[in-house]
């Protein structure tokens, strides 16, 4: 009920204060959302007590598990901060990564239940070092970060280890610098160290044996795969098919050894060839086909388009002595 008549508003004035109060109540909804945003986004604060390694961590190679280690070392949950963008932002040419967006989640929860956290680099690369350290510890939430010794960050890369230590002391963080892992602790012969660009170099020139020891568990690509309908009754036929839209950076042209895991059908052993693509740039965007015999699946054969994971088991060398896709794993 109302108050004595007295007391009681205008029309008028009921009608201010009702559009006062959904004004109110707008602009609540909409901070709610905004936070609702921040708590769930790339910016949202990490659960538990996290320590980051920092990196682009393209290849997940050795080095890069390495900084995972040393994170977990520390005593706390290990995740990968990385960025997303940069090329579009810095007009850098756009290339595949070098694994697959799919394969990532498994192959971390591998190095021991390591997790990833992705910013836009557009939305950090004008922070100033003082800024991008106040991110991780006050936003993020981070207790420690751990980086390589060449970790550069800041607007124009203002900032180095040195500035990363002495920042990280003034908000509490604990700060470890990792030497960089050399070459020859994966087995390769270059660069000094392991490093993404070595790694793209190697699948570029068709190095899969060097790719493997710098990425051991990376060694693979995402493709869609169109498979041609065989002949009626005809076991022994040998199929081309094509792998079209890889969602990861393949291996210069060649001829390769693979096993391919096609969605709801046998993992099957066959050669895999890849030529130039129409651009003939030989950035591993090219023509890819894998020869195999139908013999290899059995009765459970894909879909004819299916999804094809493919591991590399031999370079472009011995694929070239293996030789035909029956003699590989035909008897399977």
């Not at 922070?127 to 010794?149: H, I, K, M, N, Y």
Request: aromatic fraction near 6%; include cysteine; hydrophobic fraction near 45%.
């Amino acid at each position: 009920p109302w108050p004595s008549s007295g007391s009681r508003p205008s029309r008028a004035r009921r009608c201010t204060a009702s559009a006062a109060g959904e004004a109110a109540a707008s602009s609540a909804i909409a901070d709610a959302a905004a936070a609702a945003a921040v708590e769930t986004g790339p910016f949202a604060r990490l659960p538990g007590s996290p320590a980051l390694a920092l990196g682009k961590f393209d290849a997940l190679h050795v080095g890069h598990k390495a900084l995972a280690d040393r994170v977990r070392a520390l005593g706390h949950e290990p995740w990968l901060l990385s960025f997303s963008g940069m090329a579009e932002v810095l007009g850098w040419p756009q290339r595949l990564p070098l694994v697959a967006p799919e394969h990532r989640p498994a192959l971390l929860r591998s190095w021991g239940d390591v997790r990833e956290r992705v910013l836009p680099f557009q939305d950090v690369r004008q922070l100033s070092p003082e800024q991008f350290v106040d991110l991780l510890a006050d936003t993020l939430g981070a207790r420690a970060v751990v980086c390589g010794s060449n970790f550069r960050f800041g607007y124009r890369a203002a900032g180095d280890t040195e500035a990363l230590q002495r920042l990280g002391r003034e908000k509490g963080l604990t700060v470890a610098v990792e030497d960089l892992v050399p070459a020859a602790d994966a087995d390769c012969t270059s660069p000094a160290q392991v490093s993404s660009s070595a790694v793209r170099e190697a699948l570029s020139a068709g190095d899969v044996v060097r790719f493997r020891r710098a990425s051991p568990t990376a060694a693979a690509a995402a493709a869609t795969a169109a498979v041609p309908r065989p002949s009626a009754g005809c076991d022994e036929e040998e199929l081309h098919v094509e792998l079209t839209e890889p969602a990861n950076f393949l291996p210069g042209p060649g001829q390769y050894l693979v096993s391919v895991a096609f969605s709801g059908a046998a993992v099957v052993r066959g050669n895999l060839e890849i030529s130039l693509g129409g651009d003939g740039s030989g950035n591993g965007n090219g023509v890819a086909r894998l020869r195999l015999r139908l013999r290899q699946w059995g009765e459970a054969r894909p879909a004819p388009i299916a999804t094809a994971d493919v591991t590399f088991d031999g370079g472009a060398a011995a694929a070239a002595g293996a030789a035909t896709a029956d003699e590989v794993g035909g008897a399977g």
